[in-house]
């Protein structure tokens, strides 16, 4: 069965039809937050920064929010295909030793946790991520403000059910209590610019150093309720941060990319990019728009996430469905995981003879 659908807007699509799809003209890779399910591209995300982007030397922006971030961040290492191995291990290992009578983690424990894990992941290789020859990493934050801008037991579930009102309202609202901060990293000039047009919502940008690496990396990971908020970001404006996806769930961003450089290459668990986490029960924000004109999405079949363990994704729901099982979890994330080699092979495939009548609208 076909694994793999692509997705691409208008103006991707005439370069499609014009030129193909060659390294050399890929500008941008947004990474989605999602949890598990950023495992389902691990294969995809070691054939293109292991084998395919290597066959270039443009300069490509890699935007993460949550697992999307880490995911980016180990593309920035020397010698990624490893480190993207160790990730998809790590992360399906991760488990979370309870006390007796105590049936789910604390925020406290898996947050401490987390940090550990990073700094065994990145420890003495910062340096690699912040000096990469090509890439541009972008770490998306989502900083509270008002209410949200202290964690608190009483304020963050008061916070976000009032940032729930306002998103329903317009997303724009949403900017009165949360606000996107992105760490980037510099260029010959300092810090290197966005690649996406920011008027679309309360943005601020900090440069991403050696200090604030770790702290912002765990902000983005940061789920509200499953972990802390990270406080007093080096370099970064007061406050609570949490993950990325808050704001920007699936980066569904205006996105500037060089001519010569014009497309926004998504590797992608599905075909909708919904801007915000708040956003997922408002199905009217999940349609496409032209601010995605230039992207090409690379998604699942949904047929063939059906053949999947369970009929579907790794998700966070895992995590209660197996308990403390942790072998029986570790069995079907392995088994999806090795699975989606066939997204990357027939990625690949496409790549070698492109058939553009396998292009769907975004």
């Not at 030397?57 to 990624?80: E, F, H, K, N, Y």
């Not at 801008?149 to 009102?165: C, D, H, I, N, W």
């Not at 998504?266 to 986490?277: I, N, S």
Request: include cysteine; aromatic fraction near 10%.
């Amino acid at each position: 069965m076909p694994s793999l659908r692509l997705y691409a807007g208008p103006a991707a699509l005439r370069h499609l039809r014009e030129h193909g799809l060659r390294p050399q003209d890929v500008g941008a890779i947004p990474a989605a937050a999602g949890g598990p399910k950023g495992l389902i591209l691990g294969p995809l995300d070691r054939f293109l920064f292991g084998q395919w982007l290597p066959q270039s030397s443009q300069p490509v922006d890699l935007i993460g929010a949550s697992i999307g971030a880490w995911r980016m961040a180990t593309a920035c290492l020397q010698d990624s295909v490893p480190a993207f191995h160790r990730l998809e291990r790590d992360y399906i290992a991760q488990h979370y030793d309870l006390p007796p009578g105590q049936k789910t983690p604390t925020a406290d424990q898996i947050s401490g946790q987390f940090g550990h894990n990073l700094r065994l992941f990145y420890g003495g290789r910062i340096g690699e991520v912040l000096s990469h020859p090509r890439y541009r990493l972008h770490i998306v934050t989502s900083r509270g403000r008002h209410v949200l801008a202290q964690e608190g037991k009483l304020r963050t579930p008061l916070g976000y059910a009032a940032a729930f009102a306002a998103n329903a309202v317009s997303r724009k609202a949403l900017g009165h209590w949360l606000e996107r901060v992105v760490f980037s990293t510099g260029d010959a000039g300092g810090v290197a610019a966005l690649p996406f047009d920011d008027r679309d919502f309360r943005t601020r940008q900090v440069a991403l150093s050696a200090e604030n690496f770790m702290p912002a990396l765990q902000a983005s990971c940061s789920i509200p309720f499953v972990l802390r908020a990270v406080h007093q970001i080096p370099g970064a404006p007061a406050g609570a941060y949490w993950d990325g996806g808050i704001t920007d769930y699936h980066l569904h961003l205006r996105y500037r990319t060089p001519d010569a450089s014009p497309i926004v290459l998504y590797p992608h668990f599905q075909k909708a990019v919904v801007p915000g986490w708040l956003d997922k029960a408002w199905k009217r924000r999940h349609v496409s728009s032209a601010a995605l004109d230039r992207m090409l999405v690379i998604a699942p079949d949904n047929d063939w996430v059906r053949t999947l363990p369970g009929g579907k994704l790794p998700d966070r729901t895992d995590f209660t469905r197996h308990g403390q099982n942790l072998a029986a979890r570790m069995k079907v994330w392995n088994a999806a995981t090795a699975a989606a080699t066939q997204l990357a092979d027939e990625f690949a495939a496409w790549l070698e003879r492109p058939d553009l009548s396998r292009i769907e609208a975004l």
